[in-house]
């Protein structure tokens, strides 16, 4: 995003990787901000606006996994904990976002929701991943409508299987809908930050509303 023109302002739970990513894209803004807190959200925003003058596009980034487990044995806790960040804090963010892209002028922004593959279909023992992300989709579908009036849009990037150190185990083996355990291709990262920076730099009057990212062999297609 910086490569591209943007003054980026970035924020993480963890001081250490904050700075290291903020100092590596060179961000114009960073702070340590934990999204499941609403009130840490709220006061990122205040002050990223008030150093920076506005917000143009979010990029809703922030998710978490939950260990593998049927569902009648998932831990209440671990689905409030998923709830908490991939759901509640996709939406604290957003929210801010949008007050923010109201009431500058000139008005209106852009949100960018990182939905998933699982937004679609879900995995054998991922549940509670797999409402939250679900819900993205409803959420996107809600901030669009309701962003019309305010030249606001939003849109969703489904991503699968990026070659990252979250997805390094599936490249020897994941659970399958059959109970089987195959390993599953995955794609260069790079190839979802361009298809990102794409959906920012597009004018208001367009918006791509969703957006798949997978590597071209990944079961998805005929999941199950």
Not at 136 to 165: E, V, W, Y
Request: hydrophobic share 45%.
């Amino acid at each position: 995003m910086a490569k591209a023109g943007f003054k980026v302002a970035i924020l993480g739970r963890r001081q250490a990787e904050l700075d290291a990513t903020a100092e590596a894209a060179g961000a114009a803004y960073s702070a340590t901000c934990d999204v499941s807190d609403p009130g840490a959200v709220h006061r990122y925003f205040a002050d990223l606006v008030s150093k920076l003058g506005r917000v143009d596009v979010v990029f809703n980034n922030a998710g978490r996994f939950a260990p593998q487990a049927s569902f009648g044995d998932i831990d209440v806790a671990t689905w409030q904990g998923m709830v908490d960040v991939n759901l509640n804090g996709a939406f604290y963010v957003a929210r801010e976002a949008f007050r923010a892209m109201r009431d500058q002028s000139p008005q209106g922004g852009r949100i960018i929701n990182n939905g998933s593959i699982s937004a679609y279909v879900p995995r054998p023992g991922a549940a509670a991943y797999t409402a939250t992300k679900h819900a993205i989709t409803g959420l996107t579908k809600a901030i669009s409508l309701d962003g019309r009036a305010f030249n606001i849009a939003c849109g969703q990037i489904d991503i699968g299987n990026t070659a990252t150190d979250m997805t390094s185990n599936m490249t020897s083996g994941s659970l399958q809908a059959n109970g089987t355990m195959l390993p599953e291709p995955t794609f260069d990262v790079q190839h979802v930050v361009d298809a990102i920076v794409y959906m920012s730099g597009l004018p208001l009057e367009a918006n791509v509303q969703f957006m798949t990212v997978m590597a071209t062999t990944m079961p998805y297609i005929g999941r199950g």
